[in-house]
């Protein structure tokens, strides 16, 4: 059918979406000694069906240390991350629109890391089975795989409704957004009609109210793929296994804070099989949190362990990305409340308002208290681990060329919101309005009203609680307000990560 490519969607691009948990370092974090990375040495990362490949390019950018690779099979995404490795002279990155198949015999490197984020579950057994042999192929011993999937039980019971809007599109007429806006209408509708499904599932309709808000182009991705396949944790990881891959760790920090207080409803409920069987455990903690998405880090056996140290010496940097002011009591960045410990967890990212700093001596003045407050600023997303000095300046330069095209870009389109950081050899999330700030102080121009003219230019308006503000001045005082609390409290921070560069 037309706007696919083997059942996958090809007439719509996919979003610009940036992941965190593609990260290298965020990676080596989760995985401690077991890392196969480290800060000084190159290494070699390769990320199958990359999307717009926008993360791709901030790591790459943040890590010309290393080598990135990637293959995604629409032309049009392959086009869109060459022109960004292009036009910001990221050498160190290299993208193909072959599949997994041809790729994997493209004569390509040995890799430290292959991603996958979104493609396990929305590619049919055939290009599964190509996914296994590549990595079989092309991931290292002690090599890692991240894999970011559509788990079960958490989207059993959204299931039905990718069916009914699945077979809507395949009989509807003209291009896919109209087909797909038919397909949300008629599910629409059944609901208005009383639809015993949408009653007796009210999670359903709640699912189907958020879709009715979504861009077309995630929509076309996540839910109109002839192939999308949902797996229990226990069929990835016997597909995994030939390939030599066991389950390391959980790729996010919040769902690591989770293992512990799961463990023990896992032992009670599961017994001698949960405590012998990972797999099994794992299956029982996907029904105790009923999480639809899992990000998960294997490894493949035969790696030498204990080099990956992310210092070299067991301290760890880490860099805030949050204020004291921005920290909760209590917060649920996955499925269970977090509640730091508050005095602690204010006195560490207090300290990280002067810069980085190393993990001991970070934690020194706090005693018993400290490290959990640490991992509970992690989970909250509040802190992130950084790099040493070494190659600082290097990192500073190629990040300052994507992140000035990125400048540029928001100035057109709301699309591509994160910057590259120097500092963590990651990146952090922006905003689009944020981004048209820091180009006006790069132009030495006033940012609210820059702000304003871009988007009244392009007929569009500030949001204030999820609705459009309607007059000139509304949108001007809004955008006063924004600038007023960013310049106070994200600027400083942006310039510590090295993501904005100008002096204050
Ligand atoms: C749901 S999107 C996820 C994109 C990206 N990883 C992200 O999360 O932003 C799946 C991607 O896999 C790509 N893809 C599908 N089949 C592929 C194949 N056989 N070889 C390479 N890429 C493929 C699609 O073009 C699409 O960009």
Redesign the pocket.
């Known amino acids: 059918m037309q706007g696919w490519t083997?059942g996958?969607v090809?007439e719509i691009g996919?979003?610009h979406?940036f992941?965190a948990e593609l990260l290298p370092w965020s990676m080596a974090a989760a995985l401690g000694p077991r890392a196969p990375i480290r800060p000084d040495a190159g290494f070699d990362y390769c990320?199958?069906?990359?999307?717009?490949g926008f993360t791709l390019a901030l790591m790459a950018a943040a890590n010309p240390q290393a080598r990135f690779w990637g293959?995604?099979?629409?032309p049009a995404?392959v086009a869109h991350v060459r022109g960004l490795a292009t036009r910001a002279g990221l050498g160190n990155l290299t993208v193909s629109d072959r599949?997994?198949a041809e790729y994997g015999r493209a004569g390509l490197p040995g890799f430290d890391i292959i991603a996958l984020?979104?493609?396990w579950s929305?590619?049919g057994p055939v290009?599964r089975a190509e996914i296994v042999d590549f990595i079989a192929r092309h991931l290292k011993p002690g090599g890692v795989v991240y894999m970011g999937y559509n788990v079960l039980p958490g989207w059993g019971q959204y299931m039905p409704l990718r069916e009914l809007m699945l077979a809507s599109v395949m009989r509807g007429q003209g291009g896919l957004p109209d087909r797909i806006q038919g397909a949300l209408a008629l599910a629409d509708r059944l609901r208005a009609a009383g639809a015993a499904h949408f009653q007796v599932n009210p999670t359903v309709s709640a699912r189907l109210d958020q879709l009715l808000d979504r861009p077309v182009a995630y929509l076309a991705?996540?839910y109109f793929n002839e192939n999308w396949h949902p797996t229990y944790f226990t069929d990835l990881a016997a597909s995994l296994a030939p390939a030599g891959l066991s389950l390391a760790a959980q790729a996010r920090a919040a769902d690591r804070w989770e293992e512990e207080p799961r463990r023990q409803a896992i032992l009670t409920a599961g017994g001698a099989a949960a405590a012998d069987d990972p797999a099994f455990a794992e299956l029982l903690r996907d029904f105790l949190s009923n999480r639809p998405f899992r990000r998960d880090l294997f490894i493949r056996v035969g790696g030498q362990a204990g080099t990956g140290d992310m210092a070299g010496q067991g301290d760890r940097i880490w860099a805030a990305l949050g204020t004291p002011r921005d920290l909760p009591r209590r917060a649920t960045p996955a499925t269970l409340p977090v509640e730091p410990p508050f005095d602690e967890a204010h006195a560490l990212l207090t300290a990280l308002m002067q810069g980085p700093q190393a993990e001991q001596a970070l934690l020194a003045p706090l005693g018993d208290r400290g490290p959990a407050a640490l991992a509970a600023l992690a989970a909250l997303s509040l802190v992130t681990p950084a790099l040493p000095e070494t190659g600082l300046a290097r990192r500073r330069e190629s990040c300052a060329r994507l992140n000035a095209l990125l400048l540029a870009d928001a100035q057109q389109a709301d699309r591509m919101t994160a910057l590259a950081c120097p500092v963590t050899g990651g990146a952090v999330e922006t905003s689009r309005i944020e981004l048209l700030f820091l180009a006006a102080l790069e132009k030495g121009t006033e940012p609210a009203a820059f702000a304003w003219k871009v988007l009244e230019a392009a007929g569009q308006r500030v949001l204030r609680d999820g609705r459009p503000l309607d007059t000139p001045d509304r949108n001007r005082a809004e955008l006063a307000d924004q600038w007023e609390s960013f310049a106070r409290r994200r600027l400083p921070l942006l310039r510590l990560l090295g993501a904005v560069q100008q002096d204050g």
């Open positions: 083997d996958y090809t996919y979003t979406g992941h990320e199958l069906g990359f999307g717009q293959n995604d099979i629409n995404h599949g997994f984020h979104g493609v929305w590619v290009q991705h996540e």
